[in-house]
């Protein structure tokens, strides 16, 4: 059964503390996306990386970080300098045509 | 730069049709794209159209493009109680023969009354 997981569904955390976030894809996509969810708006783009081994900042970069060391992988790391770090966090993928996403983890920030 | 606009609500009542408007900045050799988002849940890939498209139709849904006005719509016929979910946009330009990265509208809550 093909598709993009992310996990955990729900994610509590201190200030403070550095908490990563999980996205697997079995869809063999070789691009994978990392996007921010705040009520009443769009999708912003956190990181994205076309390939193994590669990622570039999106539009709101500063406060996360990521690593693609595998095809199938791209966990997304939202440290303590990112200052309002609760949101809807949504991890997708793409072939050539269509990106298709994830089910989303809920970042709360206690 | 790039940019996606939509209005933020529709409602319309079960067995209507609902119109869901967008409007994107040009673009050469862009995919249009509607996402379906249900509370909590990621987005679902609805349908999208090349720009050198005119219109697309998938069952319930028919999406128009205007590229002179710089328009696209999204139409349900028949809305029933679980088409209720926000809509999103989005655009994307061709980078190298593939896919960029997708622009987002903020979003159109649909709710259906029965």
């Known amino acids: 059964d093909g598709g993009i997981t992310q996990s955990p569904k729900y994610l509590f955390r201190k200030e403070g503390q550095n908490v990563t976030l999980s996205c697997e894809q079995n869809?063999?996509?070789?691009?994978m996306y990392w996007y921010r969810q705040d009520p009443g708006q769009g999708l912003r783009l956190i990181y994205y990386?076309?390939?193994?081994?590669?990622?570039q900042k999106g539009d709101i970069a500063e406060g996360y970080s990521v690593s693609r060391e595998k095809k199938e992988s791209f966990p997304l790391t939202v440290t303590s300098a990112q200052k309002n770090p609760t949101a809807f966090y949504l991890c997708?993928?793409?072939?050539?045509?269509?990106?298709?996403f994830g089910p989303g983890t809920r970042l709360t920030v206690l | 730069g790039e940019d996606v606009e939509q209005s933020l609500f529709l409602s319309v009542r079960e067995g209507d049709s609902s119109v869901i408007n967008c409007t994107y900045t040009?673009?050469?050799?862009?995919?249009l794209y509607w996402y379906k988002q249900e509370p909590g849940a990621g987005l679902q890939l609805l349908t999208y159209?090349?720009?050198?498209?005119d219109m697309k139709q998938d069952q319930r849904l028919t999406v128009l493009l205007n590229k002179k006005d710089k328009h696209l719509s999204l139409r349900i016929a028949d809305t029933q109680t679980g088409d209720s979910a926000i809509y999103f946009c989005?655009?994307?330009?061709?980078?190298?023969?593939?896919?960029?990265?997708?622009?987002f509208g903020k979003g159109t809550k649909l709710s259906v009354k029965p």
């Open positions: 997708a993928s793409t072939n050539t045509d269509t990106q298709y």
């Open positions: 869809l063999n996509h070789d691009a």
């Open positions: 990386s076309q390939i193994v081994n590669d990622f």
């Open positions: 040009d673009s050469s050799s862009t995919y």
């Open positions: 159209i090349f720009s050198n498209m």
């Open positions: 989005a655009e994307s330009l061709i980078v190298r023969g593939s896919q960029g990265n997708l622009i």
